[in-house]
T-cell receptor, first 116, second 117 residues
Framework: EAQVTQNPRYLITVTGKKLTVTCSQN?????MSWYRQDPGLGLRQIYY???????DKGDVPEGYKVSRKEKRNFPLILESPSPNQTSLYFC???????????????FGAGTRLSVL | AQKVTQAQTEISVVEKEDVTLDCVYE???????LFWYKQPPSGELVFLIR??????QNEISGRYSWNFQKSTSSFNFTITASQVVDSAVYFC??????????????FGKGTLLTVNP
């Protein structure tokens, strides 16, 4: 079954304790991306990756890191989480055809993170 | 920079009413892609439609229809004869094409649609 898998689904942590949210897709997609969803702000892109070892900042990258060592995985790293990173996080992937984001994004189920 | 504006934060209708969700976008790209996604109360994000900037044909899929007007930079979504199951948050999104925002995907803030029985 084609899917994007995020883990964990729920996480409560404390300020400053490093954490990683994993994202894995089984569709051989080149493009992967992380978003955060906050009430009244919609979905905002954190980082995206066009392929292995190619990543770039989205609109709200501060406080986050990513890596793309393998095509299927795109972990989101919070080195020193703070309460303002409490949010619902989504990972997504899609094929890349030519230039630009033109293909359907497949989303994971989301990770709800609370930073105390 | 890309921008997507969904001016309607919340809409509430009674079942069987028609409802239109507005989406206005800004981009400097000459080629770009527009999307609508639905987020039902269960939380997952579901793709509804994609449109590229060269294709201004309106589209109808069952009770759903989309009106893309490049002249007004709008890509509006209409649900005809709404049903309770249509209750969800709807997001409009803009994908970069040929310009500097190539690989960014920008979402609007979403419109919460509540369809009451």
């Amino acid at each position: 079954e084609a899917q994007v898998t995020q883990n964990p689904r729920y996480l409560i942590t404390v300020t400053g304790k490093k954490l990683t949210v994993t994202c894995s897709q089984n569709m051989n997609h080149e493009y992967m991306s992380w978003y955060r969803q906050d009430p009244g702000l919609g979905l905002r892109q954190i980082y995206y990756s066009m392929n292995v070892e190619v990543t770039d900042k989205g609109d709200v990258p501060e406080g986050y890191k990513v890596s793309r060592k393998e095509k299927r995985n795109f972990p989101l790293i919070l080195e020193s989480p703070s309460p303002n990173q409490t949010s619902l996080y989504f990972c997504a992937s899609s094929f890349l055809t030519g230039t630009g984001v033109k293909n359907i994004q497949y989303f994971g189920a989301g990770t709800r993170l609370s930073v105390l | 920079a890309q921008k997507v504006t969904q001016a309607q934060t919340e809409i509430s209708v009674v079942e069987k009413e028609d409802v239109t969700l507005d989406c206005v976008y800004e981009t400097r790209d000459t080629t770009y892609y527009l999307f609508w996604y639905k987020q039902p109360p269960s939380g997952e994000l579901v793709f509804l439609i994609r449109r590229n900037s060269f294709d201004e044909q309106n589209e109808i899929s069952g009770r759903y229809s989309w009106n893309f007007q490049k002249s007004t930079s709008s890509f509006n979504f209409t649900i005809t004869a709404s049903q309770v199951v249509d209750s969800a948050v709807y997001f409009c999104a803009l994908g970069g094409g040929s310009g500097g925002s190539n690989y960014k995907l920008t979402f609007g803030k979403g419109t919460l649609l509540t369809v009451n029985p």
